[in-house]
Nanobody, 115 residues
Framework: QVQLVESGGGLVQPGGSLRLSCAAS????????MGWYRQGPGKERDLVAA???????NYGESVKGRFIISRDTAKNAVNLQMNRLVPEDTGVYYC?????????WGKGTLVTVSS
């Protein structure tokens, strides 16, 4: 079973940047898919960004051109660089991985974009 721990959330002003990190309990070389999802206040959980084991990426429409997802195999982590943040980016960000067909979720980290 893969354990995931997210970090890097916090309060940031509009236009600012944050970097989220999700550390996995085992090597990500065995993980085919890693992603970040967001659940805003009163909203459903939606895909923010995802990356496969061969480096293919996919982004939600609202974050294209602002967010960058990356894998760090040395640290068994997936990172999300978030730039030009807007209030609509506020929410709990969850890390998700798929290993051998099984979904694993982290507990989430809160990002608040507000002046």
């Amino acid at each position: 079973q893969v354990q995931l721990v997210e970090s890097g959330g916090g309060l940031v002003q509009p236009g600012g940047s944050l970097r989220l990190s999700c550390a996995a309990s085992e090597t990500i070389l065995s993980i085919s898919y890693m992603g970040w999802y967001r659940q805003g206040p009163g909203k459903e959980r939606d895909l923010v960004a995802a990356i496969t084991s061969i480096g293919n990426t996919n982004y939600g429409e609202s974050v294209k051109g602002r967010f960058i997802i990356s894998r760090d195999t040395a640290k068994n982590a997936v990172n999300l660089q978030m730039n030009r943040l807007v209030p609509e980016d506020t929410g709990v960000y969850y890390c998700n991985v798929v290993q051998r067909g099984i979904n694993y979720w982290g507990k989430g980290t809160l990002v608040t974009v507000s002046s």
